[in-house]
């Protein structure tokens, strides 16, 4: 019933907005106009429109060199002109309904060639000059994505769109990673500010909450200079929203999608729902009693407990109380149920608009959607296997796996900016991102690192539910002052809160040995834990403040030196509040009458409230209790040690300049300072502290030099540095339901410094196509990696700095229109880039010598970088006929086998194997207003697999499949 009220509401909304807003007869004509040779913003160039050779209107460029027109349907003759630069004229553009009409222009100087530039609409196939502008004038290397790409592409949000960028890979379609590193290297950054993680586990942002139609560009900047942050090296991504739209815009899209494994299925596993399940909230029902929140009651629940509570005496009522009621109100669904699974579906809407406030521009967008996914797999595989002889690998855990996922996404993103005159403005933008994931699993197999009888099937049951929450506000400024040789200054207030939530997660495991009638069923406390039920809750607050000023000198009246000092600082305060509570079954005391074995496998009678608790009494003869009998109950297991804060303080301050040493070469160059004070305490006395406090000066230079009007060569070399988050400090413990091992920290961490190199030539050979490559490599001083602990007797992975390691590549990306080969392909594009990628590291020396000493052959001295994929592969072509409505694209993405987990050791290392990636969409306008989508994803439903390679065999460490999706969706837009 929500479901159907939600789109009740959206469509109510639709259909208003749509009666308003569809019979407009004006048109907007909007672009930006920059200098053609260093592809900087030209503030106050003229645009004007004439009809039958008379003026009809006009406008100039504010400081990012935009302009906007609203001018009646017809066509026009238009020149842009502006002091210093040729005249441009464009005759015969027409000015269409339904779409803002975007007109962009890189202008000549005078010097450069002494005549006004005619051309007719006809020749201006394409408006991607922002798109050029973009990395012609970056000081760094990097690439970038423009509004109109996206929208040719069909991407749907943020993270669709960072496909096409070379050497990125998207991971669970929202988290990405740059160059084959780990997303420890990447960041994600919204409007300039540091986006949290959903996961506060993971160091990137999920990308797909960020609407397409709200977004104004994608840039990834793949080498540090001083004005960014320093804490990344694979790349860095800043998602730019639209501040002002040019005209009024709406966007709204429903769509469902069959999913060939997990739709309309019967035998979906699930637990029992909360009432804001479907939005992906928490409603409470799963939440600890509150009385179990206060120390001194949780401290009754002890081993020993019971026999207080069989204890008739009057003193021990309280005790009683609370085991009574503590086995009762702690859930006792551990079995997922099943249920039908429905078609995947989501909605999508945005809106903007422009207009006049106090004789200034007001510009708002505003963004929401919402997406309701269930993934399932049968017959995966979850493995563990050792070296303990030659011939084979030693089976520690061997399990077959079926899993349901229920994923619910809810995100918003509110922009509002206005312009104080014409070199001042100010804005507020709002982001905003719930997501849970409901899981039901199953595994049935071998556990003989674990369990004593071989022949015992050994099965778990988890029942999870994990919200991730996170709201972010931004306060944003750009003053310009022309009495000041035009100095520029920008400053960011942020603030973000942010939660993470595991409210009782409940994970069951027991023994099954034989068949039938004869089976029998049992738990064994001695060798895997008896049920758990876990309640978690992680909380961030971050505060930050970034202050940027640029100011330009020794420029000499020429209106193409980019000369300038930059400077600035930022600060950045990050607080955590961590806790863990953890209750454990326990059958001491129970009555044999109801022991584990006479259920015979029926669990919903084992678990029967009857059994928990105080099950009975005992009197004398003449009626008075004499002794309470006691079922099974749960005592409380919480570690000091897995409750921890954290508080992370970054200062940082930095200066460079950007200098035109001759006419073709320029340099950027300068130093960052910045302050770590990193602290991650536990409740535990006796745990040492994570702290790093420290501060590093961080360099970076790059020099660019123009071969011709339209190649650059370009050399960087520059000094990061990576953290590790709090959790990889604190010493929390995790279990991790899907292969009964834990997850530890190490307070003992130390950051990472790396020192980047960086060449890049490019080529531009027309607008809106470009041919570049790149080489690098990086060095890397005290890197983090996972590895396993060999003196725990239940494995443990947790985190370790390593002396050293290195990793270099090379890039190739290629854009480019099909036109060349007749017009059969005018409408056809490629897009394609590749990424070689080489790293190692030393394996440390006491692990190789602890190694051979289990396996004389063993001699493996070198690994590759955790988490590094050797190559990257994306394609994109694409047909696209706006004519006709028609937009048509096969995206195919690969990326080489990766490091997953270190080993045991004399055990292989786990790979994650090669996850080929082939989507399809097609698309058709109609009705000028409306389109109709047909997308495929995951047409090849390649095995997800890790594994472990031993005497030319393959052992499964994990492998599954999430099947292939075929959906429709339908949007209505005004542009």
Same mark, same amino acid.
């Given at each position: 019933?929500?479901?159907?009220?939600?789109?009740?509401?959206?469509?109510?909304?639709?259909?208003?907005?749509?009666?308003?807003?569809?019979?407009?007869?004006?048109?907007?004509?909007?672009?930006?106009?920059?200098?053609?040779?260093?592809?900087?913003?030209?503030?106050?160039?003229?645009?004007?429109?004439?009809?039958?050779?008379?003026?009809?209107?006009?406008?100039?460029?504010?400081?990012?060199?935009?302009?906007?027109? /609203?001018?009646?349907?017809?066509?026009?003759?238009?020149?842009?002109?502006?002091?210093?630069?040729?005249?441009?004229?464009?005759?015969?553009?027409?000015?269409?309904?339904?779409?803002?009409?975007?007109?962009?222009?890189?202008?000549?100087?005078?010097?450069?060639?002494?005549?006004?530039?005619?051309? *007719?609409?006809?020749?201006?196939?394409?408006?991607?000059?922002?798109?050029?502008?973009?990395?012609?004038?970056?000081?760094?290397?990097?690439?970038?994505?423009?509004?109109?790409?996206?929208?040719?592409?069909?991407? !749907?949000?943020?993270?669709?769109?960072?496909?096409?960028?070379?050497?990125?890979?998207?991971?669970?379609?929202?988290?990405?990673?740059? %160059?084959?590193?780990?997303?420890?290297?990447?960041?994600?950054?919204?409007?300039?500010?540091?986006?949290?993680?959903?996961?506060?586990?993971?160091?990137?942002?999920?990308?797909?909450?960020?609407?397409?139609?709200?977004?104004?560009?994608?840039?990834?900047?793949?080498?540090?200079?001083?004005?960014?942050?320093?804490?990344?090296?694979?790349?860095?991504?800043?998602?730019?929203?639209?501040?002002?739209?040019?005209?009024?815009?709406?966007?709204?899209?429903?769509?469902?999608?069959?999913?060939?494994?997990? !739709?309309?299925?019967?035998?979906?596993? +699930?637990?029992?729902?909360?009432?804001?399940?479907?939005?992906?909230?928490?409603?409470?029902? %799963?939440?600890?009693?509150?009385?179990?929140?206060?120390?001194?009651?949780?401290?009754?629940?002890?081993?020993?407990?019971?026999? !207080?509570?069989?204890?008739?005496?009057?003193?021990?009522?309280?005790?009683?109380?609370?085991?009574?009621?503590?086995?009762? @109100?702690?859930?006792?669904?551990?079995?997922?149920?099943?249920?039908?699974?429905?078609?995947?579906?989501?909605?999508?809407?945005?809106?903007?608009?422009?207009?006049?406030?106090?004789?200034?521009?007001?510009?708002?967008?505003?963004?929401?959607?919402?997406?309701?996914?269930?993934?399932?797999?049968?017959?995966?595989?979850?493995?563990?296997?050792?070296?303990?002889?030659?011939?084979?690998?030693?089976?520690?855990?061997?399990?077959?796996?079926?899993?349901?996922?229920?994923?619910?996404?809810?995100?918003?993103?509110?922009?509002?900016?206005?312009?104080?005159?014409?070199?001042?403005?100010?804005?507020?933008?709002?982001?905003?991102?719930?997501?849970?994931?409901?899981?039901?699993?199953?595994?049935?197999?071998?556990?003989?690192?674990?369990?004593?009888?071989?022949?015992?099937?050994?099965?778990?049951?988890?029942?999870?539910?994990?919200?991730?929450?996170?709201?972010?506000?931004?306060?944003?400024?750009?003053?310009?002052?022309?009495?000041?040789?035009?100095? /520029?200054?920008?400053?960011?207030?942020?603030?973000?809160?942010?939660?993470?939530?595991?409210?009782?997660?409940?994970?069951?495991?027991?023994?099954?040995?034989?068949?039938?009638?004869?089976?029998?069923?049992?738990?064994?406390?001695?060798?895997?834990?008896?049920?758990?039920?876990?309640?978690?809750?992680?909380?961030?607050?971050?505060?930050?403040?970034?202050?940027?000023?640029?100011?330009?000198?020794?420029?000499?009246?020429?209106?193409?030196?980019?000369?300038?000092?930059?400077?600035?600082?930022?600060?950045?305060?990050?607080?955590?509040?961590?806790?863990?509570?953890?209750?454990?079954?326990?059958?001491?005391?129970?009555?044999?009458?109801?022991?584990?074995? *006479?259920?015979?496998?029926?669990?919903?009678?084992?678990?029967?409230?009857?059994?928990?608790?105080?099950?009975?009494?005992? +009197?004398?003869?003449?009626?008075?209790?004499?002794?309470?009998?006691?079922?099974?109950?749960?005592?409380?297991?919480?570690?000091?040690?897995?409750?921890? +804060?954290?508080?992370?303080?970054?200062?940082?301050?930095?200066?460079?300049?950007?200098?035109?040493?001759?006419?073709?070469?320029?340099?950027?160059?300068?130093?960052?300072?910045?302050?770590?004070?990193?602290?991650?305490?536990?409740?535990?006395?006796?745990?040492?502290?994570?702290?790093?406090?420290?501060?590093?000066?961080?360099?970076?230079?790059?020099?660019?030099?123009?071969?011709?009007?339209?190649?650059?060569?370009?050399?960087?070399?520059?000094?990061?540095?990576?953290?590790?988050?709090?959790?990889?400090?604190?010493?929390?413990?995790?279990?991790?339901?899907?292969?009964?091992?834990?997850?530890?920290?190490?307070?003992?961490?130390?950051?990472?410094?790396?020192?980047?190199?960086?060449?890049?030539?490019?080529?531009?050979?027309?607008?809106?196509?470009?041919?570049?490559?790149?080489?690098?490599?990086?060095?890397?001083?005290?890197?983090?990696?996972?590895?396993?602990?060999?003196?725990?007797?239940?494995?443990?992975?947790?985190?370790?700095?390593? @002396? /050293?390691?290195?990793?270099?590549?090379?890039?190739?990306?290629?854009?480019?229109?099909?036109?060349?080969?007749?017009?059969?392909?005018?409408?056809?594009?490629?897009?394609?880039?590749?990424?070689?990628?080489?790293?190692?590291?030393?394996?440390?020396?006491?692990?190789?010598?602890?190694?051979?000493?289990?396996?004389?052959?063993?001699?493996?001295?070198?690994?590759?970088?955790?988490?590094?994929?050797?190559?990257?592969?994306?394609?994109?072509?694409?047909?696209?006929?706006?004519?006709?409505?028609?937009?048509?694209?096969?995206?195919?993405?690969?990326?080489?086998?990766?490091?997953?987990?270190?080993?045991?050791?004399?055990?292989?290392?786990?790979?994650?194997?090669?996850?080929?990636?082939?989507?399809?969409?097609?698309?058709?306008?109609?009705?000028?207003?409306?389109?109709?989508?047909?997308?495929?994803?995951?047409?090849?439903?390649?095995?997800?697999?890790?594994?472990?390679?031993?005497?030319?065999?393959?052992?499964?460490?994990?492998?599954?499949?999430?099947? *292939?999706?075929?959906?429709?969706?339908?949007?209505?837009?005004?542009?």
């Amino acid at each position: 019933m929500a479901h159907n009220y939600l789109a009740k509401a959206f469509l109510a909304t639709f259909f208003i907005l749509i009666g308003g807003f569809v019979f407009a007869q004006t048109g907007v004509l909007a672009g930006k106009i920059v200098d053609k040779q260093n592809g900087e913003s030209l503030i106050g160039a003229t645009v004007i429109l004439f009809q039958n050779n008379a003026q009809v209107t006009g406008n100039v460029t504010d400081f990012d060199g935009n302009y906007t027109v /609203e001018v009646a349907l017809g066509v026009y003759k238009i020149e842009i002109s502006y002091t210093g630069y040729n005249k441009q004229v464009i005759t015969e553009f027409e000015i269409k309904n339904g779409a803002t009409n975007t007109l962009d222009a890189a202008m000549e100087t005078e010097a450069q060639q002494l005549e006004t530039v005619v051309v *007719t609409a006809k020749q201006v196939k394409n408006t991607d000059a922002a798109l050029i502008t973009i990395q012609r004038k970056a000081f760094a290397i990097q690439d970038g994505v423009s509004s109109q790409q996206i929208g040719r592409t069909g991407s !749907s949000n943020a993270a669709d769109a960072m496909k096409q960028m070379t050497g990125a890979v998207v991971e669970g379609g929202r988290f990405i990673v740059m %160059r084959g590193l780990g997303d420890r290297y990447s960041l994600s950054q919204l409007n300039g500010v540091t986006l949290p993680s959903t996961d506060p586990y993971r160091n990137s942002a999920s990308l797909d909450l960020i609407p397409a139609q709200i977004i104004e560009s994608i840039v990834t900047v793949k080498t540090f200079t001083p004005d960014l942050p320093g804490n990344f090296s694979g790349g860095l991504v800043n998602v730019n929203t639209k501040s002002f739209p040019e005209k009024f815009n709406l966007y709204f899209q429903v769509g469902q999608e069959f999913n060939t494994q997990s !739709s309309l299925i019967d035998n979906f596993r +699930t637990q029992e729902k909360g009432k804001t399940d479907w939005l992906g909230f928490e409603d409470g029902s %799963r939440g600890q009693p509150d009385y179990l929140l206060n120390a001194d009651n949780r401290s009754l629940l002890s081993s020993s407990t019971y026999l !207080s509570a069989r204890n008739p005496d009057p003193s021990n009522d309280a005790v009683r109380d609370i085991f009574n009621r503590s086995s009762k @109100d702690l859930s006792n669904e551990f079995i997922p149920s099943l249920r039908n699974a429905p078609l995947n579906s989501s909605i999508n809407f945005s809106v903007g608009n422009r207009s006049k406030l106090f004789g200034n521009d007001l510009g708002f967008t505003f963004g929401v959607n919402y997406s309701a996914n269930y993934n399932h797999y049968e017959n995966g595989n979850v493995g563990t296997f050792i070296y303990t002889n030659p011939q084979e690998l030693f089976a520690y855990q061997n399990l077959m796996e079926t899993k349901s996922t229920q994923n619910p996404q809810l995100g918003a993103l509110a922009n509002v900016a206005y312009k104080l005159g014409d070199n001042h403005t100010i804005g507020v933008n709002y982001i905003f991102n719930n997501d849970a994931e409901i899981v039901g699993r199953n595994q049935a197999g071998s556990f003989f690192g674990q369990v004593s009888e071989s022949a015992s099937v050994f099965n778990t049951n988890t029942l999870e539910f994990t919200q991730r929450q996170f709201s972010n506000v931004q306060l944003t400024g750009r003053h310009i002052f022309p009495a000041l040789n035009r100095t /520029e200054v920008e400053w960011i207030a942020s603030t973000n809160q942010s939660f993470q939530e595991e409210p009782d997660l409940r994970y069951f495991a027991f023994v099954k040995l034989g068949e039938g009638e004869e089976a029998e069923y049992n738990i064994n406390n001695a060798e895997f834990a008896f049920p758990y039920h876990f309640f978690r809750r992680l909380d961030d607050q971050v505060r930050s403040g970034k202050l940027d000023i640029s100011i330009p000198f020794l420029n000499r009246g020429s209106v193409t030196s980019s000369n300038r000092l930059k400077f600035g600082g930022l600060f950045n305060s990050t607080s955590r509040d961590f806790e863990e509570f953890r209750y454990q079954l326990n059958n001491t005391g129970v009555p044999s009458t109801i022991g584990i074995s *006479t259920f015979k496998g029926d669990w919903n009678k084992f678990y029967d409230p009857a059994n928990f608790g105080i099950i009975g009494t005992q +009197t004398n003869s003449s009626g008075a209790i004499t002794r309470y009998t006691t079922g099974y109950h749960y005592i409380n297991q919480v570690n000091a040690k897995n409750f921890y +804060t954290g508080q992370e303080n970054i200062f940082a301050a930095y200066g460079m300049a950007i200098y035109n040493l001759t006419p073709k070469l320029k340099a950027v160059a300068g130093v960052r300072l910045e302050s770590t004070q990193l602290e991650v305490e536990s409740q535990d006395p006796t745990s040492d502290k994570g702290l790093i406090n420290l501060t590093d000066f961080l360099y970076s230079g790059n020099l660019i030099y123009a071969l011709t009007e339209k190649s650059n060569l370009r050399v960087a070399a520059s000094k990061t540095l990576a953290r590790p988050n709090m959790r990889e400090l604190a010493p929390f413990e995790q279990f991790d339901t899907k292969n009964g091992f834990f997850n530890v920290g190490n307070p003992n961490l130390k950051r990472t410094l790396i020192q980047n190199y960086d060449l890049r030539y490019e080529l531009y050979p027309t607008t809106g196509e470009l041919l570049a490559i790149s080489a690098f490599y990086k060095s890397f001083d005290d890197p983090i990696i996972r590895a396993f602990n060999p003196r725990a007797t239940i494995p443990e992975l947790g985190f370790i700095n390593i @002396d /050293e390691a290195s990793v270099y590549g090379l890039e190739l990306e290629f854009r480019k229109g099909l036109d060349f080969l007749g017009k059969t392909f005018e409408n056809f594009f490629v897009s394609t880039n590749l990424a070689l990628i080489k790293s190692e590291y030393n394996i440390p020396e006491d692990e190789y010598n602890n190694s051979r000493s289990l396996d004389p052959t063993y001699s493996t001295r070198t690994r590759p970088f955790q988490g590094q994929a050797p190559y990257i592969v994306n394609i994109i072509l694409s047909y696209l006929n706006p004519a006709k409505g028609w937009e048509s694209t096969l995206a195919f993405n690969v990326s080489g086998q990766k490091l997953y987990n270190i080993a045991l050791f004399a055990t292989p290392d786990v790979y994650e194997q090669e996850f080929p990636l082939l989507n399809y969409k097609l698309s058709k306008r109609f009705a000028s207003n409306y389109q109709l989508s047909f997308t495929a994803r995951n047409i090849l439903n390649s095995v997800n697999k890790r594994t472990q390679a031993f005497n030319g065999r393959e052992y499964i460490a994990e492998s599954f499949t999430v099947g *292939t999706g075929l959906g429709l969706s339908l949007a209505y837009f005004i542009k």
